[in-house]
């Protein structure tokens, strides 16, 4: 899931975007795959991510990759969640293969909801519509669109280059490729770094581009359950005890606490570089804030901005609610999922326990199963960070590239145990209301897409050596 702050429009002066890019012949063969994945439905537990992968690994093949380098794999409790890992051999056994990673499953979406077809690619007035356009069958399309033109060219890199899609990504609950793949076959993806989704750039209504950024560090998603219960009875003899008010107080009461600001070296980058960019209030706010991080002035000036304000802490937010048995009856039971995006160097333990005293006796607190890592925020590395910035140069001249931190998850989280730092690449621009990631008539603007497939290709060359 891939999501940039809303300020960054003051970080540079506005650059046009080019004009509909004119389809090369590489362009057309990118767009059938692409056009294939987005139209094969990969939601978990009602499409198939083992279909998509098996699909991509024909492709392979036909590119020239022996069937050693191309490996499918899911698990019998999931058949079809499955995913696909391809390795291109480098010539330097001394130099660390590097990993380019995606995720091809997606959120649900219902037809009746939708203005189109979710499942099925429509170009209407320069941009692509369809559930997954963007989350995550963009890189994951230009991730494997870069392989097969390796594979094509007979290109031998330095380092050894491999391509991690998997699925789960979206839903907390389900089977994790990515996870399975560190826990249970990491010599597939053990690499020196990783280049995965959460960067990428911003551009106006208009498609004129703002900024660039490279995800440096994410916070980790973590969910709670709060649960009330209660003996009940007929509702015609009401009593002050009630699951419902009890729950609801306790919701009432995350709603008014705000965790306190925290700050960590990309972070501080970034409102660094927003503060001088901002004019009045915000800029100056941001500029005390980062002085003295317990200014409740300052920050309730800046949180008006809501990505900045989940840019500076952990952020909780109540997303579920279930309660009740019958209508004519007393609730016996009420229960709400809390949604928290720990920010890195907290802790589940630590936010669990602040949740509980906010909840009170009447209410239990506790933290859903699977409890994922927090991620590590990787360095501020010039061996990736240059190239990344000269080719921006190049791609996207006059438009800068600021650290940040991701207030969205990803399965980066799950290559900290393998000591693999995590990079969100720039390159693919969207705009200011995120093109409905995760909502209704997702999108992506045509020459995104393929002006960010040539960057993320040069890119992958240039690490590669």
């Known amino acids: 899931m891939r999501f940039m702050v809303r300020s960054l429009a003051a970080v540079a002066a506005l650059v046009p975007i080019a004009a509909e890019a004119q389809q090369r012949p590489d362009q057309k063969a990118f767009f059938a795959l692409y056009k294939e994945l987005v139209e094969t439905n990969t939601v978990v537990g009602q499409g198939s991510c083992t279909r998509a992968s098996q699909q991509l690994a024909t492709r392979m093949k036909a590119a020239g990759y022996a069937d050693s380098a191309v490996t499918l794999f899911s698990v019998p409790d999931h058949p079809e969640d499955g995913g696909i890992v391809v390795t291109l051999q480098g010539t330097d056994a001394a130099a660390g293969p590097m990993l380019l990673l995606g995720h091809l499953d997606v959120v649900a979406a219902k037809r009746e909801d939708w203005v189109r077809d979710p499942f099925k690619l429509i170009e209407e007035d320069g941009f692509y519509y369809a559930r997954g356009t963007v989350d995550d069958k963009a890189m994951s399309a230009v991730w494997a669109d870069t392989m097969i033109r390796f594979g094509q060219e007979k290109y031998r890199p330095k380092r050894t280059i491999k391509l991690a899609l998997t699925c789960g990504e979206e ?14 076959r990491p010599e597939l993806v053990r ?10 750039g911003r551009t106006e209504t208009n498609g004129k581009r703002q900024a660039l950024a490279v995800q440096v560090g994410e916070k980790a998603a973590q969910n709670f359950t709060f649960a009330a219960t209660n003996p009940g009875g007929h509702s015609s003899a009401p009593t002050p005890d009630n699951a419902i008010y009890e729950l609801a107080d306790a919701i009432k009461a995350v709603q008014g606490y705000e965790f306190p600001i925290k700050f960590t070296d990309t972070t501080r980058a970034f409102f660094g570089a927003t503060s001088k960019a901002l004019p009045a209030p915000m800029g100056p706010a941001i500029t005390r804030l980062l002085a003295n991080p317990a200014d409740k002035e300052a920050d309730a000036i800046v949180s008006r901005d809501k990505t900045l304000h989940s840019s500076l802490r952990t952020t909780c937010v109540a997303t579920l609610v279930n309660a009740g048995h019958a209508e004519n009856a007393l609730p016996q039971r009420a229960t709400a999922t809390v949604n928290c995006r720990i920010f890195p160097g907290e802790s589940v333990d630590g936010t669990l326990a602040k949740l509980k005293e906010l909840a009170g006796p009447k209410v239990t607190v506790t933290a859903n ?5 927090i991620a590590v925020p990787p360095p501020l590395d010039p061996k990736i960070m240059g190239p990344l910035t000269t080719l921006a140069a190049k791609h996207f001249p006059g438009v800068p590239l600021v650290p940040m931190m991701s207030t969205g998850a990803t399965d980066s989280v799950f290559f900290g145990t393998l000591k693999m730092p995590v990079y969100g690449v720039p390159g693919i621009f969207l705009e200011p209301d995120l093109n409905g990631i995760h909502g209704l008539n997702e999108r992506i603007r045509v020459t995104s897409l393929y002006e960010g497939r040539d960057y993320l290709f040069d890119l992958t060359k240039a690490l590669a050596g």
């Open 171 to 184: 839903t907390t609950y389900a089977f994790n490729g990515a996870q399975w793949l560190a826990d249970n």
């Open 191 to 200: 690499a020196e770094f990783v280049l995965n989704e959460g960067g990428g």
């Open 369 to 373: 199963q699977p409890v994922r890592p």
